[in-house]
């Protein structure tokens, strides 16, 4: 069993600033990719970050520049910086990963964290 746990989110105000963390659980041999994804009022889930085991990122066009994403291997973390947030950054957050569960078998999945509320005002 792979849990995801978010925290982090709330509301702020425009400008200001939240860090999200998301931590791993559970059966993990390895993690590969991880990423953040958000799902706004009547919008599709979409990438906002992701992070390779290496520490290489890639970033969606809206935030580059204001958010940075992170990991911490050991902890088995990974975390979403978010600066200069504006309103249409509201959205739930959902942490992604993708597990490879078992030393000796080759399968992996993709799990998703519960999703963690962030509300920036205007």
């Known amino acids: 069993q792979v849990q995801l746990v978010e925290s982090g989110g709330g509301l702020v105000q425009a400008g200001g600033s939240l860090r999200l963390s998301c931590a791993a659980s559970?059966?993990?041999?390895?993690?590969?990719?991880m990423g953040w994804y958000r799902q706004g009022p009547e919008k599709q889930r979409a990438l906002v970050a992701a992070v390779t085991s290496g520490g290489g990122t890639k970033y969606a066009d809206s935030v580059t520049g204001r958010f940075t994403i992170s990991r911490d291997n050991a902890r088995k973390t990974v975390f979403l910086q978010m600066n200069s947030l504006k309103p249409e950054d509201t959205a739930v957050y959902y942490c992604?990963?993708?597990?490879?569960?078992?030393?000796?078998?080759?399968?992996?999945?993709?799990?998703w964290g519960q999703g963690t509320q962030v509300t920036v005002s205007s």
């Open positions: 992604n990963a993708r597990i490879r569960p078992y030393s000796d078998s080759a399968y992996e999945r993709d799990y």
């Open positions: 559970g059966c993990i041999f390895r993690i590969n990719d």
